[in-house]
């Protein structure tokens, strides 16, 4: 009869015992415990009563020493909290419960050989540590000295590649900006159902690939204007861009977490907000604080996918600029400016920026109404020029016109004294304001410290050439 009697009769437990142990065993420690009725109880001091020496108590006179882990490396890992109370680490765990395991008397020297034999597979592993991660652990010095690139090293960037030829860059900052009314949506969401489908926007050839764009204002009509869009161009299948009938606030971090993990997991090649205004609620477009928080979280949108963003803006109180923070036009790639024209319904997009580029293009278009909505088209006859004289002036615009002729004397005038002498309501007066300074009809002009700033009347000679180039 052997010395040492089984570990227990129940069959189950004697299989784990003599089994391959796995790491699932580890938490199932207690199991290779002692269940004879024989066993000892342990008194405060923690030392057994026996009468003779029990087979189920391994000593350093009966058995091989315990060989326990190395206690370092568990404090080690402790240490890395600096004391604080912190979610253990997966190797902390996994050590702890071995280091139980092999202190407890009561375990048997086979169990504990199994412990210390423990294979440890790729499923064991925790995750690796991701790139941004790393690089969160390593010092301003490290990443300059591995991330320069001297000399002709910078060829090995990658090249700039159209989203949309001649428009817009794959994994950049765009805005599309106009006063309000003028179709800068539906100018957004052409481009977008374009880049979705592979059809040229406007004869320029675009880069297909899925959209993600969020309707922060305006649902109500996306599906007539989806609809109409599908019918006119003869889509019959589904189209990639998923609408985001809600607004995705920029001032949340959760929020743009969230929008780029989804858009990384859709492989989003353009992602549009429309609006800028509805899309960092809590936030002012004339603070600089929060308009360059924004430029920071579409930053981290852009790099996290690599995706295009573009933005839809409204243009400020003075025609030809982006409203609030000049934030966003420095951070930007691309502006595009919507400019109305006398006709309703016909309009250009203008690019007035474009950081490696060339700007000026204009692309004339129209409204086609088509069933319940209307599509975006080109303009094979777009109108003249608003420039070429004042004929067409509406009675608020000549109103305001003739009293600034009227009211100065040569120098600029200011906008409110301006306003006062036409006698027009404010939202009247600066909507006239907006149209006679893109008619050029007059001009705005920079104050100084020797000369206050305001608007003149623009001699209308013959039109400025960049007015006629509508080809």
Not at 199 to 205: H, K, L, N
Not at 207 to 236: D, F, M, N, P
Not at 315 to 329: A, H, I, K, P
Not at 341 to 355: L, N, S
Request: with cysteine.
């Amino acid at each position: 009869m052997s010395d040492t009697p089984p570990l227990t009769d129940n069959a189950e437990h004697r299989e784990r015992s003599t089994g391959t142990a796995t790491v699932d065993a580890l938490g199932e420690a207690e199991s290779l415990l002692t269940d004879d009725p024989a066993a000892a109880e342990i008194d405060e001091a923690g030392i057994e009563q026996h009468d003779e020496p029990s087979p189920w108590v391994v000593d350093a006179a009966a058995g091989a020493p315990i060989d326990l882990p190395d206690t370092a490396r568990v404090k080690e890992v402790d240490d890395r909290t600096n004391g604080q109370k912190a979610e253990p680490t997966f190797e902390a765990r996994r050590l702890e419960v071995i280091a139980e395991a092999l202190a407890d008397p009561l375990v048997v020297p086979e169990a504990k050989r199994e412990l210390r034999a423990l294979p440890v597979t790729d499923a064991d592993q925790p995750p690796a540590p991701s790139q941004s991660e790393n690089a969160r652990d390593r010092s301003p010095l490290d990443l300059l000295r591995d991330g320069v690139l001297w000399g002709s090293a910078i060829s090995s960037l990658p090249t700039l590649k159209w989203l949309v030829d001649g428009l817009l860059y794959r994994d950049t900052v765009a805005v599309i900006f106009g006063p309000s009314g003028t179709a800068k949506s539906l100018v957004a969401q052409d481009m977008s159902q374009c880049v979705a489908t592979g059809f040229a926007w406007q004869g320029r050839a675009v880069h297909q690939g899925k959209v993600l764009y969020v309707v922060a204002e305006g649902t109500s009509g996306i599906r007539q204007r989806h609809e109409a869009w599908r019918e006119h161009h003869h889509i019959a299948g589904e189209v990639g861009i998923g609408w985001i009938p809600f607004p995705v606030n920029l001032m949340q971090p959760d929020w743009v977490d969230g929008l780029v993990a989804f858009a990384t997991e859709v492989g989003a090649v353009l992602i549009v907000f429309d609006t800028l205004a509805r899309s960092m609620a809590g936030g002012d477009e004339n603070s600089t604080k929060d308009m360059s928080a924004v430029v920071a979280a579409v930053d981290r949108v852009r790099r996290g996918c690599r995706a295009t963003v573009l933005f839809v803006h409204h243009s400020g109180v003075v025609g030809g600029r982006q409203r609030g923070s000049t934030v966003l036009l420095a951070a930007a790639d691309t502006e595009l400016e919507l400019v109305p024209t006398t006709v309703p319904g016909h309009f250009a997009v203008k690019i007035t920026k474009q950081r490696d580029g060339a700007t000026g293009a204009k692309f004339p278009l129209r409204l086609e109404e088509v069933g319940s909505g209307r599509v975006v088209v080109a303009d094979d006859q777009p109108p003249p020029d608003a420039a070429a004289g004042s004929a067409a002036l509406t009675t608020a615009q000549r109103t305001a016109l003739d009293s600034l002729v009227a009211f100065h004397d040569g120098r600029p005038m200011a906008a409110e004294a301006w306003r006062e002498a036409s006698g027009l309501a404010s939202s009247t007066f600066y909507r006239a304001l907006n149209d006679l300074v893109r008619r050029r009809e007059v001009e705005s002009v920079e104050g100084n410290q020797s000369r206050p700033g305001g608007y003149r009347r623009v001699d209308n000679g013959p039109p400025p050439a960049e007015a006629s180039t509508w080809e």
